[in-house]
């Protein structure tokens, strides 16, 4: 069975600091991946998707960047924190090659900008 | 464009009670439609789905939600709420079929009185 696993959990950093954050997915080839993230009472906003090796969309312009350097590896980075990056940030994957698969989230991970 | 409204950002119910959440969507062709749940500090889990065929899909949990075309729903429901569904619920649309992303309301949040 497919499993994805995002980390760390928890993240407190200062501002200007950079940023790096992983996921990767087990069990299936050629998924499509996301970042979504979830502002403190608010909804979830997408961030990237990609649906292959270095293919990444972007959804809203912002400080931060995403990139596939493997088939089951996504990571977001940022090269300068603000305070505003501050949120708890959710990968997810489903299947590629079927129209109406649904997304499945990692446990996601707290940032906290200080 | 594709867009997601959950009316109610609180509800409060007794348990033992009956549940339902609303949950309307603006989308040109028929929809993929997918509620999720999410406890807190952890990611979104998939409660049902709905593609095509029967607009009474059951779920998870006990949870069973209906689509209904005229009026643009798909409202979750629960004959008898359990004190352990208190989370935060999401209903989402597909904003692709060939990305996969999903569009997500703003969410509600379920509250269990004892």
């Known amino acids: 069975s497919q499993t994805i696993h995002q980390w760390p959990a928890t993240l407190v950093q200062p501002v200007g600091s950079p940023l790096s954050l992983e996921c990767t997915v087990e069990?299936?080839?050629?998924?499509?991946l996301y970042w979504y993230r979830q502002a403190a009472g608010r909804g979830l906003q997408l961030l990237f998707y990609s649906v292959g090796i270095g293919q990444i969309s972007s959804e809203v312009p912002q400080n931060l960047s995403a990139s596939r350097p493997q088939d089951r590896q996504f990571i977001l980075s940022s090269k300068k924190l603000l305070l505003s990056d501050s949120g708890f940030y959710l990968c997810?994957?489903?299947?590629?090659?079927?129209?109406?698969?649904?997304?499945?989230f990692g446990n996601g991970t707290r940032l906290t900008v200080t | 464009a594709q867009s997601v409204t959950q009316p109610d950002i609180h509800i409060t119910v007794s348990e033992g009670a009956s549940l339902e959440l609303r949950c309307n969507y603006s989308y040109g062709a028929t929809p993929y439609l997918f509620w999720y749940v999410q406890s807190p500090g952890q990611g979104l889990q998939l409660l049902l789905k709905y593609f095509s065929g029967d607009t009474l899909v059951q779920g998870i949990k006990g949870f069973e939600a209906e689509f209904k075309r005229s009026q643009s729903s798909f409202n979750l429901r629960k004959p008898s709420v359990h004190w352990s569904d208190a989370a935060e619920y999401f209903c989402?649309?597909?904003?692709?079929?060939?990305?996969?992303?999903?569009?997500f309301g703003q969410g509600t949040t379920l509250q269990v009185k004892p």
């Open positions: 997810a994957w489903r299947l590629a090659d079927r129209e109406n698969s649904p997304l499945h």
């Open positions: 069990g299936t080839s050629n998924p499509n």
């Open positions: 989402a649309v597909h904003g692709s079929s060939n990305t996969g992303k999903l569009i």
